[in-house]
């Protein structure tokens, strides 16, 4: 298995370097972008808000290996559009599923990072029957009020220049498709009804849960990776010591690289293809 570091894990900012022709599909009105590799049982990947499929190009080799991977741009992000301008966490988990339904896929296992989890926890809620097993890095089950103040702060402006020009590298509608995505973020520290998720609400997930976070992480506090994995019946827990919300980190200028990075591909296959039981 090749070496990676962890900013590459999370957040690969270099050009996509697979050669994969790219598709376009309409999903509730959006077009959804998403590539296609490897055979196997279909895994889906989805990223965290504000970036695009492109951040898993580290894990393409080893996973398509044994899955079927299959990339997705969520609605706004990337190449997929979005023509209200508005995003839920709701409304990502319909698309995806409406995906699936087009690409003729019953079940399927997925992993996301940040809103890609959080997109993952509403589609557990939504249907028992169609996720075998999640992963879900770095996400929440609700937004506290310590994650709304950060939310409600930021500033399109005072954003780093160093990460916008990364922002720019993945959305090909340039500033306009980054403004309304930050907008977009932003309006999170203002909305209660879409991340609300109660523990009787977790617990009626089904599908083989591994919850990875941080115990550094600002945005979401490590009580609640515990809670979820509390109420989640078939779930796992690992809390990385050190280690921060991705995300949060490049954007401010930190490059950390834990050392327990190179075992990360190697923990997540092992998990999804069901070789940890009870």
């Not at 590799?37 to 393409?60: A, C, K, Q, R």
């Not at 950060?150 to 498709?177: F, V």
Request: proline content about 5%; some cysteine; overall charge negative.
């Amino acid at each position: 298995m090749k070496k990676i570091s962890i900013t590459l894990l999370f957040l690969c900012i270099s050009i996509h370097g697979y050669s994969q022709d790219g598709n376009l599909t309409d999903v509730n009105g959006a077009d959804i972008y998403y590539e296609v590799y490897g055979n196997g049982e279909p895994l889906v990947l989805l990223h965290g808000f504000t970036l695009s499929h492109e951040m898993w190009d580290p894990f393409i080799e080893d996973l398509s290996e044994t899955f079927k991977i299959i990339l997705v741009d969520m609605r706004g992000h990337g190449r997929s559009s979005n023509p209200t301008d508005h995003f839920t966490h709701r409304q990502s988990a319909r698309d995806i599923y409406g995906l699936m339904d087009e690409l003729q896929i019953e079940s399927f296992k997925a992993m996301g990072f940040s809103s890609g989890g959080m997109t993952l926890t509403h589609m557990a809620t939504m249907d028992s029957t169609r996720l075998e097993a999640i992963v879900l890095m770095g996400a929440t089950s609700y937004f506290p009020e310590s994650t709304r103040a950060i939310l409600k702060g930021i500033q399109y402006e005072a954003m780093d220049e160093g990460w916008l020009n990364t922002l720019k590298k993945l959305h090909p509608g340039g500033e306009p498709q980054i403004k309304s995505l930050i907008t977009q973020f932003k309006n999170f520290g203002n909305t209660y009804e879409d991340m609300n998720f109660t523990p009787p609400y977790l617990s009626t997930i089904k599908a083989s849960t591994l919850i990875i976070h941080g115990d550094r992480d600002p945005f979401f506090p490590v009580d609640i990776p515990v809670t979820s994995y509390k109420s989640i019946p078939n779930s796992y827990l690992w809390i990385v010591p050190n280690f921060s919300h991705q995300g949060f980190d490049i954007a401010a200028g930190q490059d950390k690289d834990p050392l327990w990075a190179e075992t990360y591909i190697a923990v997540v296959k092992q998990f999804l293809s069901g070789e940890w039981s009870e």
